[in-house]
């Protein structure tokens, strides 16, 4: 993973043992532990250092816990929902502020230097 990168994994489907083509048909033993092996590796601690991220869900693993995934939906759509959402008001999600905006085609180099000046007040969007 590069510096500044991000990687993402939902469920196992790539050491599971079936392709992601869906057709369902397994793949080669070989071919699978080879993918097991050179799996990406992250050391926590390098975390900070490199500006990385890492993130991983399993949604199967809510689906089976009804409940809870009743729960942080109703939390969700409580928070989104309006003024008054979420059990607290520091719950409530209020839309990003939009301080700059600048056209993609030309305007990404001045996106970047305002950036880093660090004088920057809400999102910049490029």
Do not use: H
């Not at 590069?2 to 083509?21: E, I, R, V």
């Not at 009804?66 to 008054?84: D, R, T, V």
């Not at 839309?95 to 305002?114: C, I, M, R, S």
């Amino acid at each position: 993973l590069n510096a500044g990168g991000s990687l993402a994994t939902y469920g196992s489907t790539t050491y599971n043992g079936n392709d992601n083509n869906g057709s369902g048909t397994s793949i080669p033993l070989g071919q699978l532990v080879w993918k097991y092996l050179t799996r990406p590796r992250i050391d926590p601690g390098m975390l900070t250092t490199r500006n990385i991220r890492v993130g991983g869900f399993n949604l199967i693993f809510l689906t089976e816990r009804i409940e809870e995934l009743n729960a942080a939906l109703n939390g969700c759509i409580a928070c989104l929902g309006s003024s008054s959402g979420g059990e607290n008001n520091e719950d409530i999600i209020t839309p990003a502020v939009v301080g700059n905006v600048f056209e993609y085609d030309t305007g990404a180099v001045q996106a970047l230097q305002l950036l880093r000046s660090g004088k920057t007040v809400g999102k910049v969007v490029l």
